[in-house]
């Protein structure tokens, strides 16, 4: 018997409908929870969970809590329906399987870990605004031309006109998202992002200031101040790109109520101190 199931992750918290289909018409007596749970990833349910077939009565058990039904099922057409319903616990997210075929189980702590490690892969550096000016095809845009550390200035597009006036941009020290990929915007070559705060409305956006003291090309990271020599390398564009690894970070970065930047607990410093927003809290950083 193969058996193949569809939308199983939306079983995980909370009831569904799973489908599992039969290459045969021939429906063994018994298909166990290892049969299930190695397609399924359901392995926050009973552990000795069994799919009984007694004629008319067929019925869904979970022996661990007590022999209690789970659900039911009933063999029509070839195919295997029945209602099922699971709960994993808060703290716990379930991922896929390992290299050698096992259930691998993630605690929050970890995947907080792991979150923390693609933001360190990012190349955020501390940056100066030589100078900017309106685009000329793009009302909403600014191109600004930015130190990053390199033997060139960087030509970045910020989506800021609507938010910061032009002569407050000149001079001034960024924090510039360096290893994306170059983004062609109305013809101008966008090679990185400034990175700023913006309330919940989104009316409100201020450009993220580096601490004072700080000098282009330094490199930001997320944690402590002993941790800055054991970073991770910092990714490719294009491992940026395939992984989403700004995608899996940025939501989890923002100010707090002192308007320091930073990802859950862990600040957003360079070597001289933390890199803040001028005046908003509890903003959203992208």
């Keep these: 018997m193969t058996v193949m199931g569809i ?52 019925t869904l058990f979970g022996t661990s809590v007590n022999g209690s039904k789970f659900g039911h099922w009933s063999n029509q057409s070839n195919k295997l329906y029945f209602n099922f319903y699971c709960t994993a616990p808060s703290n716990v997210s379930v991922q896929e399987q ?55 200035p960087r030509i970045i597009c910020s989506g800021l006109v ?36 913006s309330d919940a409305s989104h009316e409100n956006v201020e450009l993220l200031e580096p601490p004072e003291g700080s000098v282009p090309g330094e490199r930001i990271w997320f944690g402590s101040v002993d941790e800055k020599d054991n970073l991770p390398d910092v990714a490719t564009p294009n491992q940026v790109a395939k992984k989403k690894i700004w995608e899996l970070v940025q939501p989890h970065l923002k100010t707090d109520g002192a308007c320091v930047a930073a990802l859950g607990t862990h600040c957003m410093r360079a070597s001289t101190g933390v890199v803040v927003s001028p005046s908003l809290k509890d903003a959203n950083i992208s």
């Design 98 to 152: 390992g290299s050698s075929g096992e259930l691998v189980e993630e605690d929050e702590e970890s995947k907080l870990r792991k979150i923390k490690d693609a933001a360190n892969s990012l190349d955020i550096r501390v940056g100066r605004i030589l100078r900017a000016w309106r685009h000329e095809e793009a009302d909403s845009l600014y191109v600004e031309e930015v130190d990053v550390g390199e033997p060139e």
């Design 162 to 197: 609507k938010y910061v006036p032009l002569d407050h941009l000149q001079e001034r020290g960024v924090i510039v998202l360096a290893n994306l990929k170059p983004r062609n915007m109305r013809g101008v070559k966008s090679n990185g992002m400034l990175m700023a705060a």
């Design 7 to 58: 939308g199983a992750a939306n079983l995980l918290k909370g009831s569904g409908t799973l489908l599992l289909s039969c290459r045969t018409n021939s429906i063994p007596a018994v298909v166990t929870s290892t049969t299930i749970a190695s397609r399924l990833r359901l392995n926050y349910c009973s552990p000795t969970l069994s799919l009984h077939n007694h004629k008319n009565n067929n």
